[in-house]
């Protein structure tokens, strides 16, 4: 069990174990700490999230996730120039299948309203890889139902929002990375049907789906098909959107 999957003794979730990054990765991390912190955006902080972060990544299988808080709220040419960045850094190195940039700003961090969001992200999910660390503003948090609505409540809009991408993706490979992170972000919005009572947080898409089929084993077989899919994206477009949609009508009304 990782640390971020505990709980202490007052019920706050632990926070990321400062486990030694792999050294298949520490390349990577380098360049990208080199690149971001000498591009002149406005990066104020970088942070290391997921299966990296944890150190139980596999080479040339996971992807690097990183959130970056920039000094100010970002133009449209930074947005761009950041994104190009993220592009030559995932083709230069074949560690990683995709390298995921999650962009904030400081006052957004830091703001009392995003507290559940933001705040919880950088102590619990994140591990600060350079700059000024913003988790240490943050007291520990206790797992609440408050928080998954904070991190994932957004799942309808954006899941219609991957239908729609999947529907015009140019190529199959662009179809099948859609897929793939349409159902990651599906399989972590189940969290927000977790219970009052639950304890803990999964960190993993199998911790995800093994809590969600605890309380709703009817679901299991098409959370399995979601699960497979976030693993190894092989679907037929219209049977991965009839099935996405039709799971996301079911949350909205598990939801009610």
């Known amino acids: 069990m990782s640390a971020l999957q505990g ?10 174990t400062e486990a030694p990054i792999q050294a298949e990765f520490q390349t990577l991390l380098t360049a990208v700490r080199e690149s971001l912190s000498s591009a002149g955006l406005g990066v104020d902080s970088l942070y290391l999230y997921g299966s990296v972060a944890r150190g139980d990544a596999s080479p040339g299988e996971s992807d690097l996730d990183l959130t970056l808080v920039l000094t100010d709220p970002p ?4 947005l761009e120039a950041l994104e190009q960045l993220r592009q030559a850094l995932e083709q230069r190195h074949e560690a990683v299948t995709k390298i995921d940039f999650d ?28 700059g000024d660390d913003l988790s240490l503003r943050f007291e520990p ?6 928080i998954a609505l904070a991190l ?15 529907e015009h993706a140019n190529s199959a490979p662009e179809r099948l990375r859609l897929q793939r992170e349409a159902a990651r972000k599906l399989i972590r919005a189940t969290h927000t049907l ?5 304890s803990g947080w999964p960190q993993t898409l199998e911790e995800h789906v093994a809590l969600f089929v605890k309380h709703y084993p009817a679901m299991r077989i098409q959370i399995a098909y979601f699960l497979f899919e976030a693993r190894n994206p092989s679907a ?3 049977t991965f959107s009839t099935r996405l949609q039709a799971f996301v009508n079911w949350m909205v009304s598990a939801q009610a």
Do not use: M
């Open 152 to 166: 994932n409540g957004d799942f309808e809009p954006v899941l219609k929002g991957y239908l729609t991408r999947i």
């Open 7 to 16: 709980v202490d003794t007052n019920g706050c979730v632990l926070t990321v």
């Open 236 to 238: 037929e477009r219209e």
């Open 75 to 78: 133009e449209a040419q930074v």
């Open 103 to 130: 962009i904030g700003h400081r006052a957004e961090v830091l703001a009392p309203e995003n507290r559940n969001r933001w705040g919880f992200w950088l102590k619990h999910h994140c591990r600060c890889v350079w």
């Open 141 to 146: 948090f206790r797992p609440s139902r408050e």
């Open 194 to 198: 977790r219970t009052a009572d639950a």
